[in-house]
Protein backbone atom coordinates (compact mmCIF):
# COMPACT_ATOMS: atom_id res chain seq x y z
CA UNK A 1 0.00 0.00 0.00
CA UNK A 2 1.61 2.99 -1.14
CA UNK A 3 2.79 5.74 1.60
CA UNK A 4 1.65 9.30 1.41
CA UNK A 5 -0.55 11.54 3.74
CA UNK A 6 -3.89 9.95 3.26
CA UNK A 7 -3.01 6.89 5.04
CA UNK A 8 -1.30 6.60 8.89
CA UNK A 9 0.59 3.84 11.10
CA UNK A 10 -1.10 2.81 13.93
CA UNK A 11 2.18 5.16 15.89
CA UNK A 12 0.41 7.94 13.87
CA UNK A 13 -3.13 7.29 14.23
CA UNK A 14 -2.55 7.15 18.22
CA UNK A 15 -1.00 10.79 17.71
CA UNK A 16 -3.68 11.61 16.30
CA UNK A 17 -6.23 10.60 18.66
CA UNK A 18 -4.53 11.20 21.73
CA UNK A 19 -3.84 7.93 22.89
CA UNK A 20 -1.53 4.82 23.31
CA UNK A 21 -1.09 2.98 20.10
CA UNK A 22 -2.39 -0.22 22.14
CA UNK A 23 -5.33 1.04 22.28
CA UNK A 24 -5.74 1.86 18.73
CA UNK A 25 -4.86 -1.61 18.20
CA UNK A 26 -7.57 -2.99 20.95
CA UNK A 27 -10.27 -0.55 19.08
CA UNK A 28 -9.19 -1.93 15.55
CA UNK A 29 -9.08 -5.45 16.23
CA UNK A 30 -12.75 -5.16 18.06
CA UNK A 31 -14.13 -3.48 14.84
CA UNK A 32 -14.06 -0.51 16.07
CA UNK A 33 -12.19 2.13 14.42
CA UNK A 34 -11.92 1.15 10.21
CA UNK A 35 -8.40 -0.49 9.87
CA UNK A 36 -6.62 -1.71 6.74
CA UNK A 37 -3.62 -4.27 6.27
CA UNK A 38 -0.78 -3.52 4.07
CA UNK A 39 0.65 -7.44 2.67
CA UNK A 40 3.10 -7.37 5.17
CA UNK A 41 0.16 -7.68 7.67
CA UNK A 42 1.12 -3.86 9.10
CA UNK A 43 -2.36 -1.99 9.98
CA UNK A 44 -2.74 1.22 8.44
CA UNK A 45 -5.90 3.92 8.73
CA UNK A 46 -7.42 6.48 6.63
CA UNK A 47 -6.94 9.63 7.53
CA UNK A 48 -10.13 11.18 6.90
CA UNK A 49 -11.68 8.29 8.49
CA UNK A 50 -9.52 8.24 11.22
CA UNK A 51 -10.60 12.26 12.15
CA UNK A 52 -14.21 11.25 11.46
CA UNK A 53 -14.51 8.66 13.71
CA UNK A 54 -12.52 10.75 16.51
CA UNK A 55 -15.11 13.75 16.07
CA UNK A 56 -18.33 11.38 16.23
CA UNK A 57 -16.83 9.18 19.43
CA UNK A 58 -16.03 12.65 21.43
CA UNK A 59 -19.28 13.49 20.87
CA UNK A 60 -18.56 16.46 18.88
CA UNK A 61 -21.84 18.25 17.26
CA UNK A 62 -20.31 20.05 14.67
CA UNK A 63 -18.00 18.31 12.33
CA UNK A 64 -17.70 20.03 9.11
CA UNK A 65 -20.07 19.03 6.59
CA UNK A 66 -17.98 20.66 3.84
CA UNK A 67 -14.96 18.24 4.33
CA UNK A 68 -17.13 14.90 4.64
CA UNK A 69 -18.45 16.05 1.23
CA UNK A 70 -14.97 16.83 -0.10
CA UNK A 71 -13.87 13.10 1.09
CA UNK A 72 -16.88 11.86 -0.58
CA UNK A 73 -16.64 13.95 -4.00
CA UNK A 74 -12.89 12.86 -4.15
CA UNK A 75 -14.77 8.98 -4.42
CA UNK A 76 -17.48 10.20 -7.05
CA UNK A 77 -15.77 8.90 -9.89
CA UNK A 78 -16.90 5.50 -9.35
CA UNK A 79 -20.91 6.06 -8.94
CA UNK A 80 -21.07 7.90 -12.35
CA UNK A 81 -18.41 6.19 -14.04
CA UNK A 82 -19.62 5.38 -18.17
CA UNK A 83 -21.37 1.95 -17.62
CA UNK A 84 -23.72 3.20 -14.89
CA UNK A 85 -24.48 6.34 -17.09
CA UNK A 86 -25.16 4.21 -20.15
CA UNK A 87 -27.93 2.49 -18.82
CA UNK A 88 -29.75 5.70 -18.23
CA UNK A 89 -32.63 5.95 -20.37
CA UNK A 90 -32.25 10.13 -20.61
CA UNK A 91 -28.39 9.60 -21.34
CA UNK A 92 -28.55 7.17 -24.28
CA UNK A 93 -31.03 9.94 -25.97
CA UNK A 94 -27.50 12.13 -25.85
CA UNK A 95 -25.25 12.50 -28.52
CA UNK A 96 -21.13 12.38 -27.27
CA UNK A 97 -20.79 16.14 -27.14
CA UNK A 98 -23.72 16.54 -24.79
CA UNK A 99 -22.60 13.62 -22.95
CA UNK A 100 -19.55 14.79 -22.22
CA UNK A 101 -20.86 18.27 -20.87
CA UNK A 102 -23.33 16.45 -18.37
CA UNK A 103 -20.30 14.68 -17.31
CA UNK A 104 -18.23 17.52 -16.29
CA UNK A 105 -21.28 19.03 -15.13
CA UNK A 106 -21.47 17.07 -12.11
CA UNK A 107 -18.03 18.32 -11.19
CA UNK A 108 -19.60 21.72 -10.87
CA UNK A 109 -22.80 20.33 -8.63
CA UNK A 110 -20.22 18.73 -6.29
CA UNK A 111 -17.90 21.65 -6.30
CA UNK A 112 -21.04 23.96 -5.91
CA UNK A 113 -21.90 21.91 -2.92
CA UNK A 114 -18.70 22.16 -1.13
CA UNK A 115 -19.10 26.17 -1.20
CA UNK A 116 -22.89 26.04 -0.42
CA UNK A 117 -21.95 24.02 2.42
CA UNK A 118 -18.99 26.40 3.33
CA UNK A 119 -20.63 29.34 3.29
CA UNK A 120 -24.20 29.09 3.83
CA UNK A 121 -26.55 32.36 3.15
CA UNK A 122 -27.32 33.61 -0.03
CA UNK A 123 -23.70 33.13 -1.39
CA UNK A 124 -24.39 29.14 -1.61
CA UNK A 125 -27.65 29.90 -2.77
CA UNK A 126 -26.77 31.93 -5.50
CA UNK A 127 -24.54 28.83 -6.51
CA UNK A 128 -27.39 26.21 -6.47
CA UNK A 129 -29.57 28.46 -8.45
CA UNK A 130 -26.93 29.52 -11.29
CA UNK A 131 -26.65 25.34 -11.35
CA UNK A 132 -30.20 25.02 -11.63
CA UNK A 133 -30.40 27.19 -14.58
CA UNK A 134 -27.65 25.38 -16.08
CA UNK A 135 -28.88 22.10 -15.83
CA UNK A 136 -31.88 23.16 -17.22
CA UNK A 137 -30.64 24.80 -19.76
CA UNK A 138 -28.49 21.92 -21.00
CA UNK A 139 -31.52 19.97 -21.16
CA UNK A 140 -32.97 22.47 -23.24
CA UNK A 141 -30.16 22.46 -25.92
CA UNK A 142 -29.94 19.07 -26.17
CA UNK A 143 -33.64 18.55 -26.59
CA UNK A 144 -34.59 16.06 -23.40
CA UNK A 145 -38.27 17.11 -22.24
CA UNK A 146 -38.81 18.58 -18.52
CA UNK A 147 -38.70 14.94 -16.59
CA UNK A 148 -35.20 13.76 -18.62
CA UNK A 149 -34.02 17.10 -17.30
CA UNK A 150 -35.04 16.41 -13.70
CA UNK A 151 -33.93 12.29 -13.91
CA UNK A 152 -30.55 13.59 -15.42
CA UNK A 153 -30.05 15.63 -12.22
CA UNK A 154 -31.24 13.26 -9.83
CA UNK A 155 -29.00 10.88 -11.09
CA UNK A 156 -25.80 12.74 -10.21
CA UNK A 157 -27.15 13.33 -7.13
CA UNK A 158 -28.12 10.22 -6.20
CA UNK A 159 -24.11 9.42 -6.67
CA UNK A 160 -22.91 12.05 -4.45
CA UNK A 161 -25.92 11.06 -1.22
CA UNK A 162 -23.99 7.44 -2.07
CA UNK A 163 -20.71 8.60 -1.64
CA UNK A 164 -21.24 10.66 1.47
CA UNK A 165 -23.19 7.72 3.08
CA UNK A 166 -20.48 5.40 2.16
CA UNK A 167 -17.80 8.00 3.69
CA UNK A 168 -19.87 7.16 7.07
CA UNK A 169 -20.17 3.82 6.88
CA UNK A 170 -16.27 2.90 6.14
CA UNK A 171 -15.62 4.96 8.96
CA UNK A 172 -17.60 3.51 11.48
CA UNK A 173 -19.89 6.52 12.39
CA UNK A 174 -23.07 6.00 13.86
CA UNK A 175 -25.95 7.89 12.85
CA UNK A 176 -26.97 11.10 14.76
CA UNK A 177 -26.39 14.85 14.93
CA UNK A 178 -23.51 14.86 12.67
CA UNK A 179 -24.95 12.75 9.94
CA UNK A 180 -28.04 14.88 10.12
CA UNK A 181 -26.03 18.15 9.93
CA UNK A 182 -24.39 16.86 6.88
CA UNK A 183 -27.51 15.31 5.27
CA UNK A 184 -29.34 18.49 5.89
CA UNK A 185 -27.03 20.86 4.26
CA UNK A 186 -26.85 18.24 1.04
CA UNK A 187 -30.80 18.24 0.84
CA UNK A 188 -30.81 21.78 1.39
CA UNK A 189 -28.37 22.45 -1.75
CA UNK A 190 -29.90 19.90 -4.35
CA UNK A 191 -33.53 20.78 -3.73
CA UNK A 192 -32.56 24.70 -4.20
CA UNK A 193 -31.07 23.24 -7.51
CA UNK A 194 -33.93 20.83 -8.58
CA UNK A 195 -36.32 23.84 -7.93
CA UNK A 196 -34.56 26.57 -9.84
CA UNK A 197 -34.00 23.52 -12.55
CA UNK A 198 -37.35 22.97 -13.10
CA UNK A 199 -38.72 26.80 -12.59
CA UNK A 200 -36.04 27.56 -15.63
CA UNK A 201 -36.97 24.84 -17.68
CA UNK A 202 -40.56 25.80 -17.67
CA UNK A 203 -39.73 29.67 -18.46
CA UNK A 204 -37.33 28.67 -21.27
CA UNK A 205 -40.74 25.78 -22.77
CA UNK A 206 -42.87 29.54 -22.17
CA UNK A 207 -40.51 31.16 -24.28
CA UNK A 208 -39.96 29.07 -26.68
CA UNK A 209 -43.61 28.37 -27.73
CA UNK A 210 -44.04 32.01 -28.01
Same mark, same amino acid.
Given at each position: ????????????????????????????????????????????????????????????? &????? &???????????????????????????????????????????????????????????????????????????????????????????????????????????? &????????????????????????????????????
Amino acid at each position: MKADMNWLSLREAAQLLGVHPGTVRNWADKGLLPVYRTRGGHRRFKRNEVELWASTARGES &SVDPA &SVVQTAVHNIRLKISEGRLAAEPWYQKLDEEARQQYRESARSLFRGLVTYLSTGGEDGLAEARSIGYEYASRARRFSLNGPDAARAFLFFRGALLQSVIEVYQSANVP &SGRVWGQVLLGVNGFTDAVLLNLLDTFERLERGSAK
